[in-house]
């Protein structure tokens, strides 16, 4: 009898439930640079840690550039059902840890490096390794 209980509350809990999509890892379309010659990288390491808040302990994305220093890590979405009531989403921020050899690597979130980006311009991130 209780189980019946339990499945009718979940039942009408989801009565009318609609389905949204949410972002649980940002799509980074970026670039690896030399700080000083502005040469492009290759075969630089890119994981992307997502989550809201540090720690960042989402699934974690791990992509290479290419030839041309590029890369583009992936959206990464789910679905859920909820009820119709006013939601607000936000999109997720990332720690983006880069290693390649003879460079330092770098650690920076998401967020910080879309505020270094000069005004207007939003991708591809552009981000400068430092010799070793």
Not at 22 to 33: A, H, L, N
Not at 50 to 75: C, H, I, K, N
Not at 85 to 91: E, T
Request: proline share 11%; with cysteine; charged share 15%.
């Amino acid at each position: 009898m209780r189980i019946l209980l339990v499945i009718a509350a979940a039942v009408l809990t989801c009565a009318g439930c609609i389905p949204f999509t949410v972002f649980t890892s940002p799509k980074i379309d970026g670039e690896i640079v030399d700080s000083a010659t502005n040469a492009a990288i290759p075969a630089a390491t890119i994981v992307v840690h997502p989550g809201f808040q540090a720690p960042y302990d989402g699934s974690p994305t791990t992509v290479t550039s290419g030839a041309d220093g590029r890369f583009l890590a992936p959206e990464i979405t789910r679905r859920i059902w909820l009820p119709p009531l006013p939601y607000d989403f936000a999109y997720p921020n990332a720690l983006v840890s880069v290693t390649t050899a003879g460079y330092e690597p770098q650690e920076q979130t998401l967020y910080a490096l879309l505020d270094a980006q000069p005004p207007g311009v939003q991708r591809p991130i552009v981000i400068r390794l430092k010799h070793q």
